[in-house]
């Protein structure tokens, strides 16, 4: 049975930091690239980072460049989300996402709210 089990999220103030976790079973998670996305309320799901299977490579979108990091530890089976420096507008449900060119599994989320 395929699970991944997103965790970390909460109320953080502007300017502060959380670090999500996605933990995946039931499938080969070292073959599949993993992203984190989210989608806040009204507004379409938006992909924030993702991660390659193999040679790590990464891609941010542009608002959290420099602010975020997304890494994975294969033998965990784990993907995560560094988020710093936090902005109201990062408010939002992240999910994760686990994709092949063959297949792709979803996250139930984790919410984020940055507020003061």
């Known amino acids: 049975q395929v699970q991944l089990v997103e965790s970390g999220g909460g109320l953080v103030q502007p300017g502060g930091s959380l670090r999500l976790s996605c933990a995946a079973s039931g499938f080969t998670f070292s073959s599949y690239a993993m992203s984190w996305y989210r989608q806040a309320p009204g507004k379409e799901r938006e992909l924030v980072a993702l991660i390659t299977s193999t040679s790590g490579y990464t891609h941010y979108r542009e608002s959290v460049k420099g602010r975020f990091t997304i890494s994975r530890d294969n033998a965990k089976n784990t993907v995560y989300l560094q988020m710093n420096s936090l902005k109201p507008e990062d408010t939002a449900l992240y999910y994760c996402?686990?994709?092949?060119?063959?297949?792709?599994?979803w996250g139930q989320g984790t919410q984020v709210t940055v507020s003061s």
């Open positions: 996402k686990a994709a092949t060119t063959w297949n792709s599994f």
